[in-house]
């Protein structure tokens, strides 16, 4: 449920930030995302902000645990 996911999220801990911009597809940028957290020992990560122009991805993520 909502709430359920919402009480896990509040226990959680940032461990930091993380950015792709040498990506070409969203699926590209999620994939090279996911990889930065996981180096950064974290289990989610949170996409705050994002840009897409003729050639690449842009985005910028928080890595919590």
């Known amino acids: 449920s909502p ?28 994939r090279d995302l996911s990889k930065k957290a996981d180096e950064l020992g974290g289990k989610y990560f949170v996409v705050i902000a994002g840009q897409k122009n003729e050639k690449t991805v842009h985005a910028n993520a928080d890595v919590y645990k």
């Not at 801990?13 to 597809?25: A, D």
């Open 3 to 30: 709430a359920h996911r919402l009480r896990r999220m509040a226990h959680l801990t940032k461990v930091g930030s993380i950015t792709t911009s040498r990506t070409t597809s969203p699926m590209d940028a999620r």
